[in-house]
Structures are given as structure tokens and as C-alpha cells.
């Protein structure tokens, strides 16, 4: 038990949980004081109380979501309504695009790019006098209307939050609220029938979960491999190691609704015949940390964790592990050497984990997004989950939809939805009216699909017929002016910097991948350079140790077969159509929009711009380094890039 851990216990006034009916009572007199938040009150009766959500997750927190807490609660104490209005923490809405953000319920309007110092204007014009602080509701990027409460904001309109279901909805540092929202009810429902585990394994299996890391592999089956093992211990283990670029799903998860991990980890144990849990999370997430430190105190406190759970004899208990962020400790084998205290390196299969993992007894490793969809699936049930998604992909899928759209956040959406439902109804189109050109799925592991990709439908085996993947989710949007084989390069850099190093294709390949596209965006590269890239790209893929090796070329492949041409340009003419490859771009001036303000040349680092005031200017090609600051700091447009 670490540190924090030892001195937050004790400070809960938290009552032990011996059964069902217990957890009952908790959920009712919760759920009568959070009813504003779910539509479950009769406003009419409580005419004037006010609850405003205040998002703090790390993006909202980082833009001072706390200090407008602070300012808020200064203006309603000031303004004596601290027995009709509450202000209280949740976790990511998603619309990181436009925090800090805060939702007032019972009229559920949504405020974005709120500040501190608007917080008296929320509560004198809002809470007092009843009128919407217009400045902060969202607009529409297409038709500029305000869009006032979430449902009517295209951004959600489309999404269907299963995993994200009490993100945003409950303060996640408290374990009441999340009980009023059924939480732990399904494994006190197993408890207390006594389930035999293979029938949870059933149901699970029967939904149709894929793991939602990036294997996309049944997670039903996954369980099923690890309790038929004998042994006197097995592992639950949550893979919270979140490595890819842009990827931030699981931190928001952990962050917004942590209690649901805790729970899915004690139904998995249950089920496998484990009673111990790791949870493998990166040192660099430090708000997830604390409130998974929070929630495994509260959830012992209140007898739903540790031992004789609920007075069952069922004993499971969980420990935090963490991780120095090192992108191969995704890979199953490779996080659970890690978690041993070992150099974190994978190991050739089999021995599957399930046979022999933690310790070299049966284990079982779920990523965070996975198991929060546990405990709502047996609520509900398999038929429920398979109502939702493709006919081999169920259910929903969280992503972080990120770069070149306008609504840039963390979306849910029902497995099967198309590209282009994504980046132009829920992402709100390309920015600035730019034309798409690709969006990467996958993250370093996955591709780059284009405009001819667009209607096909997102599912785990769709992706990869067309030469991407699924991935754990991160989906970067590019417009015509990211240059492709430099895209290549920026993967294949991310890659070489993260191979652990064990085997040879990855840790020497993925380097010879990196120089050559290095001097195919230099200007240097060769039509031979073409051929190696897409042989040793294939060679790579057939024998790296591990999955991500063997997917580690698929960024520069899936480039190679959709924008082979933009490659040839950049070999053959020396030129980069998107204007990207600093080494071959040329800045000019164009005379006739040149005033001679002299801006540009002040702003030039090396002095390489010349010319009298009021003259037109001309650039010494010699001695311009192309930093682009002549480029963005013309006003007249008059500094020509080519």
C-alpha cells in the first residue's frame, strides 16, 4: 500500500455494505438527492434548486475548472443560496475542445470556454434572474445557431454512452452517487445468488465484448481460457497504460467513473477464480491515480472490496502498479514483466497469460475500457449489449477524436457508425472549410484511411481489411495540408523511440523505416527507396516478436498504398504538395503585395530578409532556414510558400 493510500484510509465515515438490501437503501436516499441531475424529480416540487456539474477532468482542471468551483460557490454563498444550489466535480463531458465546461441542471444548459471570472454572471443572470449567459453556449461550427442543452448539440446527438455512461453525470470521488446510478449492484446481484462463474462467463461471452485495447479479442473467451486453468492463484490484471498519441479514453474513464473499473475487476475475479487485482496505470496520470486511490479506499470502507465481500466469503482485493510510460507496456507480456519488476519486454506466445502470466499463474489482462463495460452488460444483459453494433463487433466504442475537425473530444459511438457520421456530424466538418484527406485510426499501430473510406462502416473487422485497425481508439483527422510521407515519419520516429529494443526487426528496422523516409522528406530519396520501404515494411510485419512490432509498419504501408503519388513527388520532382517538408520548401515575396512594412524582417531569426521601408522586400534563399515566421507573420500575403 502506497503512501497516499495509508493516509487517506481512516478518513471515510463510510458504513460496512453486508447485502443487498443495504446497498439498496444507499441507492435510494443517494438517488433522491442527484434525481435533479437524471430527470427523476418533480421539478414542480422543488422549484428553484439548481445542481451545476463542473467538469474536472485533466483538460478542464488544467484551464482552472477548480477555480471556478471556487468562484462559484464565493458567489452562491454571497448571494445566500448555498440551500438551493450545489456545485459539485464531475468527470470528462468530452467536448475537451471547448473547456472548461459546465452543464446547470435541472434545464440542463451546457456553457463552454467558461472562466472565473464568469462565474458571478452565471449565477446573478442564470441561477437569479433565470436568463442564459448567451456569450457561453455553444454555436454550431456549420449554421452558427446556438445549440443550448447537450442533446442538442450535434457534437452528442449521434454518440450513445455506455462506458461514458456516469462521466459527466456523478462526482467520481464519491461512492454514494455512484451506487444511486445501480453501482455495485451487479455484483451483489452475483453474490447473493451465488452464480455459478461460468454462467457470468456466458453472458459475457454471449455479448459478443471484444477487448477494447487494440486485439479486439473475445473477452468472454479470454476469461473462459483462464478458469479452466487449476491453480491456487490467478490474476485480474487492468491494463491502464494508455501509450498512443492523442489517446486519452482510458485516463477519462479512470477519472470520471473509477468505482465501475473496481466493480468489473471483482466480477472478473469472481468469475476466473481470482482474489487478487493489479491495475498497471502510467505515473503520468496523476488525477486518475488519486481517484482510483479514493475509490479502492471508500469501496474497502464500505465492504465491497477486500475481504468476506458483502458477507459473501468472497475475498478480492486490488493494488495499484505504475508504470514509467513506456509504449510497450501495452503489450500484455511485456506489462506484466513490468508489473514484476522486471525490464518491461514482451515474450513470444504461448505461454498465453492465461496459462501462465503474472508470476506464471493464470492471468487474465482487460484494458480500462473493456471492463467498464462489465458491470452495465450484466445489468442489462448480453441481448442488450448485441442489440448495439456490427454483426462481429458489438456494443460501443470510445474514441479520442483529435487534429483537423472542429470538435475535437472524446467520443462514444455505436460500433458500425461511418467515418463520415464522425468527422462531419458529430466532429462538425474539417477546419478553416479545408478538404479531409485521411484520418489515422489505430495510432502507431494503425493506418491511414481516406476519402473513399469514408462511408465504410467502423468496426474492428472493417478497419483492418482496409489496412488500419481499431486500435484502443485514437482517430487523427488530416486536411490537404499534412503531407503523408512525413505523417509516415512522425509514426515511425514515435516507433523507434518506444521499441523496447528485444528483437531485431523491430529495434533495427522500424530505424531503417525512419531514415528513409527521412530523406524521401529531405529531397535525398530514390524510386529504389520506394521498393525497400513497402519490402522491409512486409519483413517487419512477418517477424517482429510482438504485436507491436508486427503492426509498427502499418502507418507507413497504408500511406504507401493510398498516397503513392505524393510519395513519387517528393522522390522525383523534390517537392512536398502539401508544403510541409521544410527542406523542400522555397518562401518568396511577392512583390505586388509587398508594402514594406518591415514586419517580417524583424521577425527573420537570421536576418535572411532585406529591402527599405515602404519597398518591396526579397528573401536571401542562402541564409532563410524556412522557420515559416516571415509566412505567419505577413499580413498582406505577400510571403509566397512553394
Known amino acids: 500500500m502506497n503512501q497516499y493510500l495509508r493516509t487517506q484510509r481512516g478518513k471515510n465515515e463510510l458504513n460496512k455494505i453486508s447485502n443487498s438490501q443495504e446497498l439498496a437503501t444507499i441507492k435510494s436516499k443517494t438517488l433522491n438527492a442527484i434525481a435533479i441531475r437524471l430527470n427523476h424529480l418533480n421539478h414542480q416540487q422543488n422549484k428553484g434548486d439548481y445542481q451545476i456539474m463542473v467538469c474536472r477532468g485533466t483538460g478542464c482542471t488544467s484551464s482552472k475548472s477548480s477555480e471556478i468551483m471556487e468562484e462559484l460557490n464565493s458567489e452562491i454563498k454571497k448571494n445566500k443560496l448555498k440551500d438551493r444550489v450545489q456545485v459539485i466535480q464531475t468527470g470528462c463531458f468530452g467536448f475537451c475542445e471547448l473547456g472548461p465546461i459546465l452543464l446547470i441542471h435541472p434545464d440542463k444548459t451546457f456553457y463552454t470556454n467558461v472562466s472565473p471570472k464568469d462565474a458571478k454572471e452565471i449565477v446573478e443572470s442564470h441561477i437569479i434572474e433565470g436568463v442564459c449567459v448567451e456569450r457561453l453556449l455553444y454555436r454550431s461550427p456549420v449554421n452558427k445557431e446556438i445549440q443550448k442543452r447537450m442533446e442538442d448539440m450535434d457534437f452528442y446527438k449521434k454518440q450513445r454512452r455506455v462506458v461514458l455512461r456516469n462521466c459527466s453525470v456523478i462526482n467520481p470521488e464519491d461512492i454514494k452517487e455512484y451506487i444511486a446510478v445501480d453501482g455495485y449492484l451487479a455484483v451483489a446481484n452475483i453474490l447473493r445468488d451465488k452464480l455459478p462463474p461460468n454462467q457470468i462467463i456466458d453472458e459475457i461471452e454471449k455479448s459478443g465484448l471484444r477487448g477494447r485495447g487494440g486485439g479486439g479479442f473475445s473477452t ?91 458477507n459473501s466469503g468472497f475475498d478480492f482485493d486490488i493494488e495499484l502498479k505504475y508504470g514509467a510510460g513506456a509504449f510497450v507496456c501495452g503489450e500484455e507480456t511485456a506489462l506484466i514483466h513490468s508489473i514484476e519488476g522486471e525490464r518491461g519486454e514482451p515474450t513470444i506466445k504461448p505461454p498465453f497469460p492465461a496459462e501462465a502470466g503474472y508470476w506464471e499463474k493464470p492471468t487474465t489482462v482487460n ?50 457508425i461511418t467515418l463520415r457520421e464522425i468527422i462531419y456530424d458529430i466532429g462538425g466538418g474539417i477546419r478553416k472549410g479545408k478538404r479531409f484527406k485521411a484520418v489515422q485510426t489505430g495510432g502507431p499501430s494503425g493506418g491511414c484511411l481516406t476519402e473513399k473510406d469514408l462511408d465504410i462502416p467502423i468496426d474492428y473487422d472493417t478497419l483492418i481489411e482496409k489496412g488500419s485497425m ?68 512486409n519483413m517487419i510485419k512477418d517477424t517482429a516478436l510482438c504485436g507491436l512490432g508486427q503492426t509498427a509498419p502499418n502507418p507507413v504501408l497504408s500511406t ?71 509566412f505567419n507573420s505577413c499580413q498582406f500575403h505577400a510571403i509566397i510558400k512553394k
Open 220 to 310: 468472454g473467451l479470454k476469461w473462459r481460457y483462464v478458469s479452466q486453468y487449476k491453480n491456487d492463484r490467478k490474476y485480474v490484471i487492468c491494463n491502464a497504460d494508455e501509450g498512443d498519441p492523442g489517446a486519452f479514453m482510458d485516463r477519462s474513464i479512470l477519472e470520471g467513473d473509477p468505482h465501475s473499473i473496481i466493480e468489473a475487476m471483482i466480477i472478473c475475479g469472481y468469475a476466473i477464480g481470482a482474489t487478487e487485482g493489479k491495475i498497471y496505470i502510467r505515473a503520468e496520470y496523476p488525477l486518475a491515480t488519486r481517484r482510483l486511490i479514493t475509490a479502492i479506499n471508500d469501496a474497502k470502507d464500505c465492504g465491497l472490496l477486500g475481504k468476506n465481500i458483502m
Open 560 to 630: 504507401l498504398n493510398n498516397f503513392y503519388e505524393e510519395y513519387l513527388i517528393h522522390v522525383v520532382h523534390k517537392k512536398c504538395p502539401a508544403g510541409q517538408c521544410k527542406k523542400l520548401l522555397t518562401y518568396m515575396i511577392d512583390a505586388e503585395n509587398c508594402i514594406g512594412c518591415t514586419v517580417c524582417a524583424r521577425g527573420c531569426p537570421v536576418n535572411a530578409i532585406v529591402g527599405k521601408r515602404k519597398e518591396a522586400h526579397l528573401i536571401d534563399q542562402d541564409k532563410c532556414i524556412k522557420c515559416g515566421i516571415c
Open 367 to 416: 484494458n480500462v475500457e473493456t471492463f467498464a463495460n462489465i458491470p452495465i452488460i450484466l445489468l442489462k444483459g448480453a441481448d442488450w449489449f448485441r442489440s448495439m453494433g456490427t454483426e462481429k463487433s458489438k456494443g460501443t466504442k470510445v474514441f479520442a477524436l483529435a487534429s483537423k475537425v472542429n470538435n475535437v473530444g472524446l467520443i462514444e459511438v455505436p460500433m458500425g
Open 470 to 537: 481499431m486500435g484502443s481508439g485514437g482517430m487523427i483527422v488530416m486536411d490537404e495540408d499534412n503531407c503523408m510521407p512525413n505523417i509516415a515519419k512522425f509514426y515511425m520516429g514515435f516507433i523507434v523511440e518506444e521499441s523496447c529494443g528485444k528483437c531485431t526487426p523491430c529495434r533495427e528496422g522500424t530505424k531503417r523505416l525512419y531514415e528513409i523516409l527521412d530523406r524521401i522528406t529531405s529531397g535525398e530519396g530514390t524510386l529504389e527507396d520506394l521498393d525497400t520501404l513497402e519490402e522491409l515494411s
